[in-house]
Every structure is written in structure tokens, then in C-alpha cells.
């Protein structure tokens, strides 16, 4: 039995969106379960909106998300010999005509049509004259078949049928001499034996006219799987007014790739309860058979918690380097100084839900002049205050172990040599260390600062909340 060979086929008049990506996923954990080949094909044919900014999104897009292929990519651009040898092929075999109609005519016959009560397709005007090019302007059209159906079994959505008198003659080449999109995918996918087509079900209607177009060349027919659409939440299909589309949106706001893969795929498929699942793991259980045949529903807080989950399990060091950039954007190189990156990203992988709130939250570690949240200082910070940081401060600089556990035992021993509860010392001292009443447990951030930047916080913010009160 022959190896299963899949494509995933974007156009390059935008960026990498959800839906094509879960396609491509979709393709390509059935290529890695099977053993089978992965393609990637660039859909350039639209020369008018078609770029190469579009070009490199798409591909940076699947790089980012791992979804690495085995052939390509290839471009239909470089097909455009080949296709009009095709069509020559079915013109010469009378399986294709010359249609002259012009663009008033057949808009005369559509409203024709529409105002009795018919479908609006060609006619057929131009099917039977026959005869060879007199220079008069025309575009090609395959000859369908007028009676009869045309039937194929979706590996999703289960037998698909059409009736051929509903199919119009499908024009392969315009005017200018430029193919179709539907007649190129065919001569692509046959050339490229393709195997097995998933696509989204916005193509169904594609489906029986690109079949009769692959029995006319000869060639042999993939099986197909069409994916139901993505929907947003109120029930329409997925769109900018729903929010970020765009797959490199996503790595921007500070998702992982991991928890795009996760959410996408689950985005339609499911294997049970579960969840979460490593890419071994769906390579493992995937199965195209296992799609539900309704569309899925986009709901950004589930991606959020997922992407929150595979920070919080993630490994410190790449996590580290995958905040550098954040940092970057807010002026921050933790190599010019501050402490160690990875105890930073440490204290924060349990609170953060994305990369972008990671870094806004290390921004503190790295910014030893602080701005004080002035509100919060009016809250928190009582006459006494003052005093009792300077205990803490003077405790802290002759304890032996400035560790965690070292510096919970100070916390209790000067809160007791005080009379006073955490919750009268602490609020402060936070507002000391990060500049706010928002931050990663106090031992924890007082720990990664190090004695010497705690102390000298702590006594920048002494003299600040003392001139306060003066």
C-alpha cells in the first residue's frame, strides 16, 4: 500500500489565520501518525494579491508553530506552462470549449435566469460550436456533465452527493490566459500525488467539479476530509471583529505554540476528556475520522488557560529565552545587569497567563530606581512604617542565610520582636521591592534580588516614606 502524501495549500494574500492553521495541523499529524509526507504548497496563481510579505507570514507561521514538511514548499506560479498544456489536452479532446460570451452577455443571461425562477449558470451557449481560435477574445470552459450524479465519501462528514444538472460549464481559463483556481489545484494535487485532500467545508461545492475534472485528465481521485469551519462566539464565522486571527497575533500577545497546537486541535477533534496532550501524544492518538462534523467554537479564555498551563509546567530556560524579546520591548537586557532571568521567570510562571504578562511582571527585578504606586503608598504606608523597615532592614543584613526559609525566619522574628503581624509590615515592604501591592511571594522576590539590592530597596523606600510624613 502506497504512503499517504498531504498538503496544506494557503493563498499568500495574508497572513497565517486560525483556520488555515488548524488545517495544516490537521494535515500534518496525519502525515506524522501514518508515516506519510507532508507538503506545502504556496497557492500563488492570484498574481494580483498575492505577496511576499503574505509569503513569509505563512511560513513563519507554520515555523513558529512546528509544523515542519517534507517537500516544498512549491509554487503554483511556476506551474503556468503545465496548465495551459492541460488545458490544451481537454480543449483537443473536446472535453473542454472556447466560450465568447462576453461579460454584458452572460450578466444578461444571469438576470435572465434569475427573473424565471433558474439557477443562474451558463447556458451553454458556446458548447457545441466548435472550431479553432479566431482571435476574438474567450475564455475557457470545461464541459461538464449535463445528467447523471457525482458522488464521493468524506472521510469527516460521511457520502456527498450532486446532481451534474446543477454544475455549470466551469470556466479553467480566463481571457488573459491565466488558469483557474479550481483547475490548477487539480493538475497540483494529481501531479504532487496527493493521496488524501482535508480541507475547510467551504470547499464542498468545489469538491464535485474538481472531481470531474480529475476523471477528464485521467487521473486518479484522492479520498477528501473537509473540516467544519471555525466559528466565533456569537455563532458567525470566525473574523477580525471576533478579535486576533492571525497565528503570529497569537505569539505576539505571548501564547506559546504548544498551547495553540493544544487548543487547535481540540478545536474539533477530541479523544475523550482529556485536555492537554504533548505533540507525541496527538501524534499518537490523532485520527482525521475522529473530527466532528460541527463547527467549533473559538473561545479565547480556554486558549489563555491552556496557554497559562504550559507556562506554569514549562521549562525555566527556554521560557527565559522566549521573554527576552518581551523584555526587549520595554528596555530591558537582563545581560546588562539585575538578577538571574530564570530564578525571575521562576516567581512568575504560576501567575502569568501569557509571555507578554511575564514580562510585565519581571519589569521590577530590572528597574532599581522604582516608580511608587502613590495610591498605594497613601494606603499602606502608616507613621510607624518607617520604623519597622529599618528593623527588617537591620535584621536582614546581619542574618546568616539569605535564603527562603532564611528570610521567612527574619520576617517572624522582627514581626515578633515588634508585636505587629505580617500583614502591618508587609504590604510595605512589597511596595518597596516592586514598586506595587502586586507581585510574586515577598521570600520569593527578596531571594532572587539578593541581599545587597533588598537591603538598598528597602532603604530607598525608608527614606521615601520618611519624607512623606515630614
Known amino acids: ?180 483556481y479550481n483547475f490548477v489545484v487539480v493538475v497540483d494535487d494529481a501531479i504532487m500525488g496527493i493521496t488524501t485532500v482535508i480541507r475547510g467545508d467551504d470547499h464542498i461545492n468545489n469538491t464535485p467539479r474538481q472531481i470531474l475534472l480529475y476523471e477528464a485528465l485521467g487521473y486518479a481521485v484522492p479520498t477528501f476530509a473537509h473540516v467544519p469551519m471555525i466559528l466565533g462566539s456569537d455563532k458567525t464565522r470566525l473574523s477580525k471583529r471576533h478579535g486576533a486571527t492571525s497565528v503570529m497575533a497569537y505569539r505576539d500577545m505571548g501564547l506559546l505554540p504548544e498551547a495553540m497546537i493544544n487548543y487547535l486541535v481540540r478545536l474539533g477533534w477530541s479523544s475523550g476528556d482529556e485536555e492537554i496532550f504533548s505533540r507525541e501524544e496527538l501524534i499518537e492518538k490523532f485520527s482525521i475520522e475522529a473530527v466532528g462534523k460541527s463547527a467549533g467554537v473559538f473561545n479565547p479564555d480556554k486558549l489563555l488557560w491552556l496557554n497559562a498551563h504550559y507556562i506554569k509546567t514549562g521549562d525555566t530556560e527556554r521560557l527565559a529565552g522566549l521573554l527576552l524579546p518581551f523584555l526587549a520591548e520595554r528596555g530591558i537586557d537582563p545581560a546588562s545587569g539585575g538578577p538571574d532571568l530564570q530564578a525571575v521567570v521562576k516567581t512568575l510562571q504560576e501567575r502569568a497567563k501569557t509571555m507578554l504578562e511575564m514580562a510585565d511582571g519581571a519589569v521590577f527585578y530590572y528597574t532599581p530606581e522604582l516608580s511608587y504606586d502613590e495610591e498605594a503608598v497613601a494606603k499602606q504606608i502608616k507613621p510607624e512604617t518607617s520604623s519597622y523597615l529599618q528593623s527588617l532592614t537591620t535584621a536582614l543584613k546581619a542574618g546568616p542565610e539569605f535564603s527562603h526559609d532564611g528570610i521567612e525566619s527574619i520576617f517572624k522574628e522582627v514581626c515578633a520582636g515588634l508585636g505587629i503581624k505580617m500583614g502591618q509590615i508587609g504590604p510595605a515592604v512589597r511596595i518597596a521591592l516592586s514598586g506595587g501591592t502586586v507581585s510574586p511571594s515577598i521570600y520569593e522576590v527578596m531571594e532572587v534580588l539578593g541581599k545587597e539590592e533588598t537591603c538598598r530597596r528597602l532603604e530607598r523606600a525608608i527614606a521615601r516614606f520618611t519624607a512623606g510624613q515630614g
Open 1 to 180: 500500500m502506497s504512503k499517504i502524501r498531504l498538503r496544506f495549500a494557503p493563498s499568500p494574500t495574508g497572513y497565517l489565520h486560525i483556520g488555515g492553521a488548524r488545517t495544516a495541523l490537521f494535515n500534518w499529524l496525519l502525515a506524522r501518525k501514518t508515516g506519510g509526507t507532508f507538503i506545502l504548497r504556496i497557492e500563488d496563481t492570484d498574481v494580483a494579491r498575492s505577496t511576499q510579505e503574505s509569503v513569509d507570514a505563512i511560513l513563519q507561521g507554520m515555523e513558529w508553530l512546528g509544523l515542519d514538511w517534507d517537500e516544498g514548499p512549491f509554487y503554483q506560479s511556476e506551474n503556468f506552462p503545465l496548465y495551459k498544456e492541460k488545458v490544451q489536452d481537454l480543449l483537443a479532446a473536446g472535453k473542454a470549449y472556447r466560450c465568447y460570451c462576453s461579460a454584458e452577455e452572460l450578466e444578461a443571461k444571469r438576470e435572465k435566469a434569475l427573473a424565471e425562477g433558474r439557477k443562474p449558470k451558463y447556458d451553454g451557449t458556446c458548447r457545441n460550436l466548435g472550431g479553432s481560435d479566431d482571435g476574438r477574445p474567450f475564455v475557457v470552459r470545461f464541459k461538464a456533465p449535463q445528467y447523471g450524479v457525482t458522488s464521493f465519501i468524506d472521510l469527516i462528514k460521511g457520502p456527498i452527493s450532486f446532481n451534474n444538472e446543477e454544475l455549470d460549464d466551469l470556466i479553467i481559463q480566463r481571457s488573459d490566459g491565466t488558469p483557474i
